[in-house]
């Protein structure tokens, strides 16, 4: 059915109809951008490359196929969605896009992103967007309907070809130019693992400098001068379309190319539960003019929206119950123990600001968790299993699809790290590693160094501040240092360790991990003196992962286990000069600092199974 209604708004397609009377205006526009006059003045023969390359990325926009494609999607996303929630919060977009110009800049999960944010503005606004789309979508059909409802397509690299990065430039001012809504995913692809990536400078460079150029011509009028604002959109899908393949790709597969059978097997989809998408705007985030140091004053204003986006990432019913459920040492719960959990962590989100739909913080909590962790099973990541008596329910997740459902859990861990790091220096005050108020704030700052290859952080400081204001709200006054936290009295100190206590595994997998980089260095330091290759490393971690797994010691976690985090893993090592990459090769600068740390892990792994073999968290 759904092939047949793909191919019938097709057919609603007219070639001739673009929201321009013509494409004269957009080229004399582009032309007259300086740096292509420039380069055509030198170069005439390049006024043809430019037009060519105008024409291969160009949005084909049709307002009636746009009109279309919403009517469709009315009918279509019912289907498969709960529904896409929006919330512009304090942004006002309606009153941005007539005062200022506006990019969005969201991050990235599923091609379906695409349709569920345009849909969405498009909805509220009545306004098409621009978005700015891989040249792997460009393909029929999809690739024509993306064209027509606003998508213009760009090659995924250009590095080498200075013409087309200057088309691309004077595409942008063209749309700068005329009060045209922008959008770009600023990680420059989806994230595999759920964890945000780091933003990507080049389209925040490019469109900074197309509106530059806008506000330096002299002969246009002042109106068309608008302010330049970033708008951070934050969204989360309840279960991700493509989700096994990113998850194969975090393992290492090759990226399947689209192709248009790929697009057509979308029909299989309605055997699926998707849930709710949930897009959330964050707050603008407006360039300063003075940009005598560009690259700075891009790379700052990139990090500032990323920090926005995260900030903004909603805590939904799938991924609190996937944190639940793979934090879980048993690997079975019943419901009344996931609901008691998922309200301590509510009440925690609730406390310290952290976001949450809807859906958990009112009366609808409980119906919000069924219905995703209907959608859970239903999409078989989890298992229902009735006891000898049939009185009672225990879930669990099927082993083989761990890794799917932590790419949930990830995109909401970052909300958790401190908490998970005052449980686990508390872990170590008990047991005496941690003697005095210099051993307690090294141990904070170590860890939040192994995380910061994990996650982007906030500073030492806001970091430190939200320590100090979760001990203070477990004990019930004011604690103001972590001198202060080392005279507490041993009930207080007990007192904390309960209120964190339900993100006391949160992070474990990413110890595991850690682990088991620390083990492949140390044993490949032994055997390749002269240093070794990327390949040998990954290949012996994902060996000794492998063995460590079976034998169910310190390893007890299969999601432990990526490609990805082998690489992010190495990465700590690299950076606290344990290790060095040069010329290829992977050198091991200090083998007793890797020991030191293997120690530090291992003792904190097995703390953690120790507790859960006496039925402690």
Partial sequence: MIAKEWLELLKQINPMEHLLENFKEMEEIVLSYPKIQERIKARPEDKT??????????????????????????????????????????????????????????NHQSHADYVAINYIFFKNYKRPLFVAGGNNLNIFPIGTLFRKSGCFFIRRTFANDILYKLTLEAYLYFMLYKGMPIEFFFEGGRSRTGKLLPPRFGLYQMIIEAH???RQNESLPQELKKPLKFVPVSIMHEYVPEQKSLIKEADGAK???????????????????????????????????????????????????????GKNMRVTPTSLLSMILLDEPRGA??????????????????????????????????????????????????NAIGNYQGTQIFYSIIESSRKEVLYFKN???????????????????????????????????????????????????????????????????????????????????????TKVTPFARSCHYLMEAYYISGLTLKELSFTHDAGFKMDTYTKRYKEIFENHLKMKGVIQYPESYSLALSRSSLDFFIHSKMAQMNAGYLNILDVEKIDEMLSTLEANLLAKIQANLLGHS
């Fill in 49 to 106: 490359k430019v037009l060519k390359n105008l024409k291969e990325m160009r949005s084909e926009l049709s307002m009636t196929f746009l009109k279309s494609f919403e009517t469709f999607l009315d009918n279509t996303l019912i289907h498969l969605y709960d529904g896409i929630k929006f919330k512009e919060n304090e942004t006002a977009l309606s009153h941005l896009l007539d005062s200022a110009n506006i990019v969005l800049v969201p």
């Fill in 212 to 214: 530059q150029a806008l």
């Fill in 255 to 309: 990226k399947k190319k689209e192709s248009a059978t790929q697009v057509f097997s979308l029909v299989k989809l309605f055997s699926y539960q998707f849930g709710n998408v949930h897009i959330n705007l964050g707050r603008p985030v407006e360039i300063s003019f003075d940009l005598t140091d560009l690259k700075h004053a891009t790379q700052r204003l990139a990090f500032d929206c990323f920090f926005e986006v």
């Fill in 333 to 382: 719960m019943t419901w009344s123990e996931i609901l008691n959990k998922a309200i301590l962590i509510r009440n925690y989100c609730q406390k310290f600001n952290v976001p949450l739909t809807d859906s958990l913080s009112d009366e609808h909590f409980e119906k919000a968790l069924e219905r995703s962790i209907d959608i859970l099973i239903g999409n078989k990541k989890v």
């Fill in 411 to 497: 995109t909401i861990l970052h909300h958790f790290l401190v908490p998970w790091i005052i449980y686990l220096g508390w872990v170590n005050l008990f047991s005496g590693k941690i003697k005095d108020v210099d051993d307690l704030k090294r141990f904070f700052l170590n860890e939040r160094k192994k995380l910061s290859h994990e996650f982007y952080l906030p500073t030492v400081k806001e970091f430190l501040n939200l320590a100090l204001s979760i001990i203070s709200d477990a004990i019930g006054r004011e604690v103001k240092s972590l001198k202060e936290c080392m005279e507490l009295t041993h009930p207080e100190l007990y007192l904390i360790l």
